[in-house]
T-cell receptor, first 109, second 115 residues
Framework: GQNIDQPTEMTATEGAIVQINCTYQTSGFNGLFWYQQHAGEAPTFLSYNVLDGLEEKGRFSSFLSRSKGYSYLLLKELQMKDSASYLCAVVDSNYQLIWGAGTKLIIKP | DTEVTQTPKHLVMGMTNKKSLKCEQHMGHRAMYWYKQKAKKPPELMFVYSYEKLSINESVPSRFSPECPNSSLLNLHLHALQPEDSALYLC??????????????FGPGTRLTVL
């Protein structure tokens, strides 16, 4: 079967750094996306990894290890507006997005 | 224009009503998707259209009927829904269905309540 695991909820402090992990077991791998979703809103694209390594984009970075079936999203200099759910999604061998259940990130002042 | 639009934003309907959700994109994307999302759950794929043809139907009940009139438009026709169908319905589009880099652009969603 296909499986993507993320922590259900995380709490961090404004200005700090937080790392959200994602492990996956899927039938094939054609890339991994991270999306951000605020409550009641649509998911918005954050990052895409298909090769091993770190992709940096401003305050957000995403890392991938294909051999370990592992990715993380790193958020720096946290702001209150970063309070949202973060969804990890893997593109499988049929080019379908397999979604993790999402990690709810709570930022405290 | 990098936007996917959806109408209506909110919809309340009875179990005997017939209604339609609409989705539009003008990015030249050839793949369009309908997702259903319940609170605190990830999006659940319902249908995928590729080049205006239905490519994937994830065993969705027939009370949901998709339609793709042209490459920019996607409809979801609703009939005889159940209260458990209440959810956020998301439309998305991507350049191609079978592409490694297949970023999906999401519309704002329709919040559906079935009474």
């Amino acid at each position: 079967g296909q499986n993507i695991d993320q922590p259900t909820e995380m709490t961090a402090t404004e200005g700090a750094i937080v790392q959200i992990n994602c492990t996956y077991q899927t039938s094939g791998f054609n890339g991994l996306f991270w999306y951000q979703q605020h409550a009641g809103e649509a998911p918005t694209f954050l990052s895409y990894n298909v090769l091993d390594g770190l992709e940096e984009k401003g305050r957000f970075s995403s890392f991938l290890s294909r051999s370990k079936g592992y990715s993380y999203l790193l958020l720096k200099e946290l702001q209150m507006k970063d309070s949202a759910s973060y969804l990890c999604a893997v593109v499988d061998s049929n080019y379908q997005l397999i979604w993790g259940a999402g990690t709810k990130l709570i930022i405290k002042p | 224009d990098t936007e996917v639009t959806q109408t209506p934003k909110h919809l309340v309907m009875g179990m005997t009503n017939k209604k339609s959700l609409k989705c539009e994109q003008h990015m030249g994307h050839r793949a369009m998707y309908w997702y259903k999302q319940k609170a605190k759950k990830p999006p659940e794929l319902m249908f995928v259209y590729s080049y205006e043809k239905l490519s994937i139907n994830e065993s969705v009940p027939s009370r949901f009927s998709p339609e793709c009139p042209n490459s920019s438009l996607l409809n979801l026709h609703l009939h005889a829904l159940q209260p458990e169908d209440s959810a956020l319905y998301l439309c998305a589009s991507s350049q191609e269905l079978t592409s490694t880099y297949n970023e999906q652009f999401f519309g704002p969603g329709t919040r559906l309540t079935v009474l």
